[in-house]
């Protein structure tokens, strides 16, 4: 009897070893990560991209696990081969990499100048999956440059992060039981907001100028035709030219933008004078004098208080959102 006591309680003190053993096998490896941002310049609206420096570091005991030459970051259009620094101590080795990437990037451009920017990097390693390798976010200290500035913007809030980054794909591995893999994701996150109002008079102050060159016809008698016609016109062209100009720094999209709306608005307005006019000349080529100068008189008025009462409201909820 007390030998099969003795061997019950062997059998389960050998069962309680392998399974501790099987659960250490089993459980991946963590990699304590962290970064540094040095600089953020060469934003470029119509390339949808921009340039990041920044330092990266990781921290591990796995000595198979080669960061040199391993490291991905999936949403970058080129990635310079980075400086690296290695040491270990203490049973851990200790890879200091600094990276300089351009980052593709959708921008956001409804409320452009006033717009508000969201730019993540993700990094990756390309050989182990969640099941050998897990990051772990080293949050100790900033992550950043105090003095980081970007031309025309206010850096806000900038967070790092891990998850999972999951594939629907095995990449050719038949051990996966479904074709999908799971990999671990490292993220930086940088909210921005753009210092939009000088910005906005030196893109804008000629699509007004042109408004006001047409506006200007409202104070030429009806009899002077070609004048008043010349001026609208002249207007007309002005605000398309300023359009274009605009649009050649911002991406394509088929979103209706802010830039669109208020040029659209300004094309409206310069046909509605040009209608007015037109109205009021047939009136005063049929001796109405007086009819056709009131018709003027009240089609300035409406013209210029709609138009900036539309713009005020239009740039203001722009401003406020």
Same mark, same amino acid.
């Given at each position: 009897?007390?030998?099969?006591?003795?061997?019950?309680?062997?059998?389960?003190?050998?069962?309680?070893?392998?399974?501790?053993?099987?659960?250490?096998?089993?459980?991946?490896?963590?990699?304590?990560?962290?970064?540094?941002?040095?600089?953020?310049?060469?934003?470029?609206?119509?390339?949808?991209?921009?340039?990041?420096?920044?330092?990266?570091?990781?921290?591990?005991?796995?000595?198979?696990?080669? !960061?040199?030459? +391993?490291?991905? %970051?999936?949403? *970058?259009? &080129?990635?310079? =081969?980075?400086?690296?620094?290695?040491?270990?101590? #203490?049973?851990?080795?200790?890879?200091?990499?600094?990276?300089?990437?351009?980052?593709?990037?959708?921008?956001?451009?409804?409320?452009?100048?006033?717009?508000?920017?969201?730019?993540?990097?993700?990094?990756?390693?390309?050989? !182990?999956?969640? +099941?050998?390798? %897990?990051?772990? *976010?080293? &949050?100790?200290? =900033?992550?950043?440059?105090?003095?980081?500035?970007? #031309?025309?913007?206010?850096?806000?809030?900038?967070?790092?992060?891990?998850?999972?980054?999951?594939?629907?794909?095995?990449?050719?591995?038949?051990?996966?039981?479904?074709?999908?893999?799971?990999?671990?994701?490292?993220?930086?996150?940088?909210?921005?907001?753009?210092?939009?109002?000088?910005?906005?008079?030196?893109?804008?102050?000629?699509?007004?100028?042109?408004?006001?060159?047409?506006?200007?016809?409202?104070?030429?008698?009806?009899?002077?035709?070609?004048?008043?016609?010349?001026?609208?016109?002249?207007?007309?062209?002005?605000?398309?030219?300023?359009?274009?100009?605009?649009?050649?720094?911002?991406?394509?999209?088929?979103?209706?933008?802010?830039?669109?709306?208020?040029?659209?608005?300004?094309?409206?307005?310069?046909?509605?004078?040009?209608?007015?006019?037109?109205?009021?000349?047939?009136?005063?080529?049929?001796?109405?004098?007086?009819?056709?100068?009131?018709?003027?008189?009240?089609?300035?008025?409406?013209?210029?208080?709609?138009?900036?009462?539309?713009?005020?409201?239009?740039?203001?909820?722009?401003?406020?959102?």
């Amino acid at each position: 009897m007390k030998s099969v006591k003795r061997f019950i309680v062997l059998f389960l003190l050998l069962s309680f070893f392998n399974l501790n053993s099987i659960k250490a096998q089993s459980a991946p490896d963590t990699v304590k990560i962290g970064t540094y941002i040095i600089s953020l310049h060469d934003i470029n609206f119509r390339d949808k991209e921009y340039t990041i420096r920044f330092w990266m570091w990781m921290k591990y005991q796995n000595p198979d696990f080669d !960061f040199a030459n +391993r490291v991905e %970051v999936p949403n *970058a259009k &080129t990635l310079e =081969k980075p400086d690296i620094m290695l040491d270990s101590s #203490d049973h851990k080795i200790w890879v200091l990499m600094k990276m300089k990437c351009v980052m593709k990037q959708s921008w956001r451009v409804q409320d452009f100048p006033f717009d508000t920017q969201r730019l993540v990097i993700k990094v990756e390693n390309s050989e !182990f999956d969640t +099941r050998s390798l %897990v990051f772990v *976010a080293d &949050t100790a200290g =900033k992550h950043f440059d105090p003095e980081l500035t970007a #031309d025309g913007w206010d850096i806000k809030n900038i967070e790092i992060k891990t998850g999972i980054k999951k594939y629907n794909t095995a990449f050719g591995d038949n051990s996966l039981p479904k074709p999908s893999s799971e990999y671990s994701s490292f993220e930086m996150t940088i909210d921005m907001d753009r210092a939009a109002l000088g910005l906005f008079l030196k893109l804008f102050i000629g699509m007004y100028i042109a408004f006001c060159i047409a506006y200007l016809s409202f104070f030429i008698h009806p009899d002077v035709v070609e004048a008043g016609f010349g001026l609208q016109v002249g207007g007309l062209f002005a605000a398309v030219g300023n359009k274009y100009i605009i649009d050649s720094i911002l991406p394509e999209t088929s979103v209706f933008t802010l830039v669109d709306l208020l040029h659209s608005i300004t094309f409206i307005t310069i046909f509605l004078i040009i209608l007015n006019t037109c109205i009021a000349l047939r009136y005063y080529k049929r001796k109405k004098v007086v009819k056709a100068l009131a018709i003027e008189k009240t089609g300035s008025i409406v013209v210029l208080a709609g138009y900036a009462i539309i713009n005020i409201v239009m740039v203001g909820l722009c401003i406020l959102a």
